[in-house]
């Protein structure tokens, strides 16, 4: 019987595993970041195209950093990010993603609260469009490539949703305009609903799509405050009042009462669906 020693128990054990790859995926965003930057600084293309450029060339590299580091260090093939049904997952994400948005914010129109004050040139949606697909890859790749795949190898899917639920929830805490209420809402609709995608798909192109198409909606196109933070251009000037509980307050429609429960709806949905892929805890099996 081969013996294994305490420095490959260490190595193997799913904390050095979720901290090292956080830790890799942190500063190779960081780094990215800087030197795309850098670069780009020295050229004749105006802002918004270097920080697309910029958002791009990021989220490339943590991916395939991401692939390479699991690859070797788990030595699997990383099916998560396969290009097997790429196209079919990234466009029902999308889909659920402006669907769900869409709903919230006509609860806010059915309200009265919604007055649309300008319409924009399409040039404004490229900021708010590289936010969103950069931090839905990042944060996907964080939350659910990292911490959801590896808890739930020991403590199975649904421990791992609620756990990942809590973090997701407790990092948005720190936003501006945050509340506990408000980072309740994130961990339920978002935490859930992004943890479910990824069980049923068993890759993160589903749950990216998902998280890209609700944030590029909310503040692209509907130019609302998304997770307490700044407004940003967008296609659509708008003006959102009424109740907190309908507008989500000045932290944003994430922070309503609908969009727990669409998202919470479709988060059941999703799980109904994925039955034969719940992974049980290591105790059942």
């Not at 020693?5 to 193997?12: E, F, P, V």
């Not at 989220?59 to 396969?82: C, G, H, L, W």
């Not at 405050?225 to 009424?242: A, F, H, Q, R, V």
Request: net charge positive.
């Amino acid at each position: 019987m081969k013996t294994i020693t305490t420095k490959q128990q260490i190595l193997n054990a799913s904390i050095t595993r979720i901290l090292l790859g956080l830790l890799l995926c942190f500063i190779t965003f960081i780094i990215a970041q800087q030197l795309t930057g850098k670069i780009l600084e020295i050229t004749v293309a105006d802002k918004n195209l270097r920080n697309l450029i910029k958002g791009l060339i990021s989220s490339a590299a943590v991916i395939e950093v991401y692939i390479y580091f699991f690859r070797k260090y788990e030595n699997r093939a990383v099916t998560e990010f396969s290009s097997k049904g790429i196209s079919k997952y990234t466009l029902i994400g999308m889909v659920i993603g402006v669907l769900l948005q869409c709903l919230t914010i006509l609860v806010i129109i059915v309200n009265g609260g919604f007055e649309i004050v300008a319409i924009n040139p399409v040039s404004n949606i490229i900021i708010p469009f590289t936010v969103a697909f950069s931090v839905a890859i990042f944060e996907e790749i964080l939350i659910r490539g990292i911490i959801f795949r590896i808890v739930e190898e020991k403590l199975g899917s649904y421990i791992s949703l609620i756990i990942t639920a809590i973090i997701f929830g407790a990092l948005h805490l720190a936003n501006p305009n945050s509340t506990l209420l408000s980072g309740l809402c994130v961990g339920i609709e978002a935490g859930f609903l992004m943890g479910a995608a990824y069980i049923y798909a068993r890759n993160l192109w589903f749950p990216i799509a998902i998280h890209f198409a609700w944030n590029f909606m909310q503040s692209g196109i509907f130019g609302a405050i998304t997770s307490g933070n700044e407004k940003t251009s967008s296609l659509l000037t708008t003006k959102i009042t009424g109740s907190p509980l309908f507008t989500g307050g000045e932290f944003g429609p994430e922070g309503t009462i609908q969009a727990i429960l669409f998202c919470s709806l479709a988060s059941i949905l999703i799980l109904i669906l994925s039955e034969n892929k719940v992974v049980s805890p290591y105790w059942k099996r």
